[in-house]
Antibody
Framework: QVQLVQSGAEVKQPGASVKVSCKASGYTFTSYIMHWVRQAPGQRLEWMGWINAGNGEIKYSQKFQGRVTITRDTSASIAYMELSSLRSEDTAVYYC?????????????WGQGTLVTVSS | QSALTQPASVSGSPGQSITISCTGSSSDVGSYNHLSWYQQHPGKAPKVMIYEGSKRPSGVSNRFSGSKSANTASLTISGLQPEDEADYYCCSYAGSGTWVFGGGTKLTVL
């Protein structure tokens, strides 16, 4: 079955960077786009960006431009999201979610989420 | 990109119907058919309930339905059940490869 499995929880100090991974299985990795969405405690979902796993095209939310880097390893079917210059407001659960390009299909499935805590 | 506007909370009794609205603009909801709804239980990842405004993925109960008119989308849940209690988020394509979520609505089944 289609599955996205994310890396484990992280605790980082302010100013550091964090890299979260999302390993895909059960489908052809390069045929889909991987999105990243975050959710601060008690807050709404917030779209961060995506990568086309096939051609490597990337798009970032303006809010995170300059701080976020999304990459992928096609040989291992893994997508990565790296966020730099962390501050306390970046404490959140980070999700990856798959979407089929050139369709109206939704984000489905989602990874289980990775809690990133930024604290000194 | 501003979040889409949803009511913070709605409630209903078992068996009743409720509707959650999602208001955007002509730059997002009003311009594209990429409108989806997600259900999120506490501590869990979101799950898609409606996509393309009104389509249900396989496995989603037909008690869930969606519609859209101009800049506003709606999610209706009929025959409320206790397990429907969750947070619900709408999401729309906003052009130029970007996406936007709503503020979320907490559904309480009384």
């Amino acid at each position: 079955q289609v599955q996205l499995v994310q890396s484990g929880a992280e605790v980082k100090q302010p100013g550091a960077s964090v890299k979260v991974s999302c390993k895909a299985s059960g489908y052809t990795f390069t045929s889909y786009i991987m999105h990243w969405v975050r959710q601060a405690p008690g807050q709404r979902l917030e779209w961060m960006g995506w990568i086309n796993a096939g051609n490597g095209e990337i798009k970032y939310s303006q809010k995170f431009q300059g701080r976020v880097t999304i990459t992928r390893d096609t040989s291992a079917s893994i997508a990565y999201m790296e966020l730099s210059s962390l501050r306390s407001e970046d404490t959140a659960v980070y999700y990856c979610a798959r979407r089929e390009p050139n369709t109206n299909n939704p984000f489905d499935p989602w990874g289980q989420g990775t809690l990133v805590t930024v604290s000194s | 990109q501003s979040a889409l506007t949803q009511p913070a909370s709605v409630s209903g009794s078992p068996g009743q119907s409720i509707t959650i609205s999602c208001t955007g603009s002509s730059s997002d909801v009003g311009s594209y058919n990429h409108l989806s709804w997600y259900q999120q239980h506490p501590g869990k990842a979101p799950k898609v309930m409606i996509y393309e405004g009104s389509k249900r993925p396989s496995g989603v109960s037909n008690r869930f339905s969606g519609s859209k008119s101009a800049n506003t989308a709606s999610l209706t849940i009929s025959g409320l059940q206790p397990e429907d209690e969750a947070d619900y988020y709408c999401c729309s394509y906003a052009g130029s490869g970007t996406w936007v979520f709503g503020g979320g609505t907490k559904l309480t089944v009384l």
